[in-house]
């Protein structure tokens, strides 16, 4: 809980709260306009390419040209389209990328135990807009909205490619949230906490859940993330060769500017949950001696925006390095492979904290459950390769050779 | 006005509202949408009795899985088009829909007015909790310690429900067909021969259905064994696609 809300409610604290909300609204949108920006460049850079250099320095401005541009075009509605929805379905993917911003701490000072607690205008509060018991949780919820807005403006849109691409996309997005989710637990077993502050507090120290969760649930989450974000490799929802533009081929104007925002900010929000969960948010080395604002806001959010970078440098990579998955490939890997690994896992990080708690020998606790995960592997193995029909092999190969049979 | 009556409007409205939506909408795809938003007012009446783990869940499970599938199978299905209930071939079933739901709205009425504040579920709210202690530590511990038998048989349900839906929808046992290996028209005897018993009468009967809707009982099971050349055709169709 936020202390700022646990006393009286007067005027400041309201006024406070709305100088948080508008600040980091203002900050994410600047981030996203960044963040398109850098990721023409950086692709065009990793191409052999100059990328956009006409609007302002460096082409930085590329993006709000674009922006207006999109905004003074026609709003085409197609007329086959359900006009309720195709209108509504735009804000379906645009407010849940905002509102998971709202519950990620991005300053306040961590180091030594601290809970990140600062004074802002007198009174004591946390660099975030809100703190819900819910926390983490909160995020998979709205993870799980975004998934309306592509999946409505699909079947609003009245015309088949968009209608394919959203049931794409809406299968992708639910079978990814079960790996995300999983890997999630993992970490919310060492935190003990669902709360996005107490995630971070837990962390500091160089107690990173990266490492303390020994980096599989940290690379599980960052591909789960990937899917759930729809971008290269995981982008079949828009896969332009098979789907012209997917989701949003009927959408034109402002409507359309919206989805690309949400689609980049969701890339930006993702990348600050992926900092908060694993690499403590915004913690990291603070001298004792440094004056309180260097403590609590200038050191923060230099580390926060620091490691949030490095996210989205390494999206951008994905983007201009792997080409995209298959289809059944990309279902492959989420039910097969993602999900029995966030699992197994879960259950060996399980027997370790039981084995803390009840004072058992840890390298026995992890050698049984190792063990059991083991035979949980080669079960499944078993049974992915009889459910293939590769012993039908022999069968298809008589008929084959015999013709008629 | 307090804030919490506020809240309670609100969502209230939202509730009942989606509620209605559900029912009157005539295009399935409103009607699941309407859904959605009754889910969301309950989360919300969760978050004002501070059950923030339900919430979240009722967010997570209800908004965004269960009627994910339920879209998701409409519009794999096309049933997308606003229906002509007037011609609805089972008359009998609105019928009985109607009555039901009206001795369902009666009946939960009454035991309302009967039973006051008892059913509002009041009592529990005002049990003494410890507000130090996260909810989800108090659910837990009771699904992991009070409830846990009930908890593992639910467990044990969804799970026999998973297995029945993959035996359920994994029914053909030979080999597929390629047709274009079978250029001389033999496809579908080998197919047959390759799966016995396959060709139990199945989706043959849709062409009777608006005449069987005219006694009002709409029962499918009374016509197969449809002549031989429908059989045919709809096996062919089955190879093909």
Redesign the interface.
Known sequence: MDPLLSGEIGLTEVLIVLLKVVVSFAALMVGVMLMVWFERKLVADMQNRIGPNRAGPFGLLQTLADGIKLFFKEDLQPERSDPFVFKLAPYLSLVPAFLVFTVIPIAGNFSDGNDGVVTLLGHETLMQVANPQMGILFVLAMSSVAVYGVMLAGWSSGSKYPLLGSVRASAQMVSYEAALGLSVASVLLLAGTLTTNGIVAEQSGWRWNLWMTLLVPFVVFVIAATAELNRPPFDLVEAEQELVGGFHTEYSSIRFALFFLAEFMNTVTMSAVIVTLFLGGPEGPIPSGAPGWVQDYLLPLTYFFGKLFIFLFVFVWFRATLPRFRYDQLMDLGWKFLIPLALGWFLILTSLKVAEDQGWNPVVAVAVTAAVVVVGAVLLRSSIRAASGDDLDDVTADVAAGGES | MRVEVFTFLVAGAICVGGALGVVLFR?P??NA?SL?ATLFGVAVLFIAQEA??L???Q??VY???IV??F??VI??LGV?QAEAIERDPFRLRRTITVLGGAVLLAGSVAILLAAGQRTTGREAATAPLDPAV???ERLGRAIFTDYVFAFEITALLLTVAVVGAVVLT?RST??PIDLE??P?G?AYD?WV?DHPGALVDEDTADADADADGEDGSGDDATDTGDADGQDDESADSEVTS
Do not use: C, K, W
């Open positions: 295009n795809v409103h949408l959605v923030y783990f919430a979240a869940i967010v997570i908004a965004g899985a994910i599938l879209l998701f519009m794999l997308d996260p909810d989800v994994r030979g080999t290996e079978f001389d033999s080998v021969s």
